[in-house]
């Protein structure tokens, strides 16, 4: 059975940093396709970095270089480093993986992902 596990979420203050984290247990990282989505409350999930099993990394237009996706391939986690975080970060974050290697545009779409962890809440507020 495939697991994905999220952590490292909770309340910030704007301009703040938090890292997530994605343990995953039935499945090996480094083989598939790793991605973070998020959804807020009324809005459409949208995705927000991905990463191939051999290292190509994809990032919503929305991160602009204050987000970074890694993978510990000995731990079998992928992280997501968030920086100058914004109220619009807000949203529950949630692990996926898919099977492919290669991320897809389905992958990045999220239809394309094979498996789904429960979501860690991320709240950007003063």
């Known amino acids: 059975e495939v697991q994905l596990v999220e952590s490292g979420g909770g309340l910030v203050q704007p301009g703040g940093s938090l890292r997530l984290s994605c343990a995953a247990s039935g499945f090996t990282v480094s083989r598939g396709c790793m991605g973070w989505f998020r959804q807020a409350p009324g809005k459409e999930r949208e995705g927000v970095a991905h990463?191939?099993?051999?290292?190509?990394?994809y990032y919503g237009e929305f991160v602009r270089g204050r987000f970074t996706i890694s993978r510990d391939n000995d731990k079998n986690t992928v992280y997501l480093q968030m920086n100058s975080l914004k109220a619009e970060d807000s949203a529950t974050y949630y692990c996926?993986?898919?099977?492919?290697?290669?991320?897809?545009?389905?992958?990045?779409?999220?239809?394309?992902?094979?498996?789904w962890g429960k979501g860690t809440l991320v709240t950007i507020s003063s």
């Open positions: 996926a993986a898919a099977r492919a290697s290669n991320c897809s545009g389905r992958a990045i779409r999220g239809d394309g992902m094979n498996y």
């Open positions: 990463i191939s099993s051999s290292g190509f990394i």
